[in-house]
């Protein structure tokens, strides 16, 4: 059973590593006098991922940010040489900086790189942070065991990226879609903790509304949902075309004659390049995910972020830039299912189809078909919009781009590492 999981998680494109690395879970048992313990202080790291993730957000807003924080809208100017700047000098500085800093010490200030990357505007997601925290505070836990530092890197990595998206089901299948491999009963209730935690702090601190705005939608016909099955399709074709976009990237920046320390210095030359002619694929581009979803946007745009994000994303990630991959595939996605959209309902005109629904299956179809995680795109859909009508859609979508993905992939396992490694 084990096997046959793993089979259908590995392979895709890591949120952040070493998050979905394939890993193998240790499953000594844990003495019956520490799971209270262990179960209260997932609540208390949930929260404290939670609060970070919000002091991150605030410090990021309350400097010029490029990053594209939801509900924040920016006003890049094109040929602008401060956009051009900017990722190059933030990424400079902190290369340089971890050019004497000790092994323990990067790896410690891992997270930070990551928002200071991010708001400088390299293109992704602030799920990495959010994703790296956990495991990089668990490392320095000198007492607790092997199996409870993961448990608990879990549970307040639930607790963050619920806090950060408002969808602690979509967090909760997320995590146990790439890290809770065997599936125990203890891990599962600390991340079901982790995420209920973040969901309470999300509303208390930023209230019950949508972290991403749709309009109202009609129920869709069968006719509609063969449509968004075939631009499931397309998408999960193009999400095998970013997996080898990023592999190809990597093995180019390897062939570089220097340091792989200074590879993010050259990523950010060529995101500065691209951003100074096309400022709009800074950033995590959050707020980009609110035109694509009321249909604010042009064919223009739409190919920019869906040709532009993809390519920066496969850079940043393959140059060793840390950051999430779920916000590049998210806006990449939502624009090549609006652009599909476009051309199906050309071609076929007695086909009613929604563009906002078309945005949103877009967007979690590239997720579930990249990430190659299914219930959680699906759950994550209806958690960020709050559209109950988008159901029947996202999961056609969806499951249509996870299935050309694990078909096409290569279904040889690879052999387990153990991520006791990296939080030991």
């Known amino acids: 059973m084990k096997g046959i999981f793993q089979l259908f998680i590995k392979g895709g494109i890591p949120i952040s590593a070493p998050v979905n690395m394939e890993t193998s879970v240790p499953v000594n048992p844990i003495p019956g006098k520490n799971i209270p313990v262990l179960l209260f202080m997932s609540v208390v790291v949930a929260a404290v991922a939670a609060m970070i993730t919000q002091g991150g957000m605030m410090a990021m807003r309350a400097l010029q940010t490029y990053s594209g924080l939801p509900g924040m809208s920016r006003d890049l100017d094109e040929h602008d040489i401060m956009v051009l700047l900017i990722p190059v000098i933030v990424t400079f500085a902190i290369v340089v900086f971890l050019r004497y800093a000790g092994e323990k010490t990067r790896q410690l200030l891992r997270p930070v790189q990551s928002f200071l990357s991010i708001n400088a505007g390299i293109p992704l997601g602030l799920e990495g942070p959010v994703a790296d925290l956990p495991f990089v505070v668990a490392g320095q836990v000198k007492k607790a065991g092997v199996r409870e530092k993961q448990i608990l890197a879990a549970a307040a990595m639930a607790g963050g990226i619920t806090y950060l998206f408002g969808s602690p089901l979509a967090a909760i299948a997320l995590i146990i879609e790439l890290l809770m491999v065997e599936l125990t009963c203890m891990g599962i209730t600390a991340v ?196 109950t009508n988008a159901l029947l859609p996202v999961i056609c979508g969806c499951t249509a781009a996870y299935l050309v993905v694990f078909l096409l992939a290569k279904k040889k396992l690879a052999q387990p590492a153990v991520l006791a490694e990296k939080i030991s």
């Open 192 to 387: 079901i903790l982790g995420g209920g935690t973040g969901m309470l702090l999300h509303y208390w601190l930023t209230g019950s509304e949508p972290v991403f705005m749709m309009p109202e939608v009609t129920t869709a016909g069968v006719p509609a949902l063969l449509g968004y099955t075939v631009t499931g399709v397309l998408i999960g074709l193009v999400a095998v075309l970013a997996k080898k976009m990023i592999n190809g990237t990597g093995s180019l920046f390897r062939k570089l004659p220097f340091d792989k320390l200074w590879w993010p210095v050259v990523a950010a030359i060529i995101t500065g390049l691209l951003g100074y002619f096309t400022p709009e694929v800074l950033g995590a581009g959050y707020e980009h995910i609110d035109s694509l979803l009321l249909g604010q946007v042009t064919l223009q745009f739409l190919v920019v972020m869906a040709v532009g994000k993809l390519l920066l994303m496969s850079i940043a990630v393959g140059s060793g830039i840390p950051g999430g991959t779920i916000a590049p595939l998210l806006v990449s996605g939502g624009a090549l299912g609006l652009f599909v959209t476009f051309l199906l309902q050309f071609m076929f005109p007695g086909v009613q189809l929604n563009f906002a629904l078309a945005a949103l299956v877009g967007m979690t179809a590239m997720f579930a078909g990249g990430n190659r995680v299914l219930p959680a795109a699906i759950l994550f859909a209806i958690e960020t919009t709050h559209i």
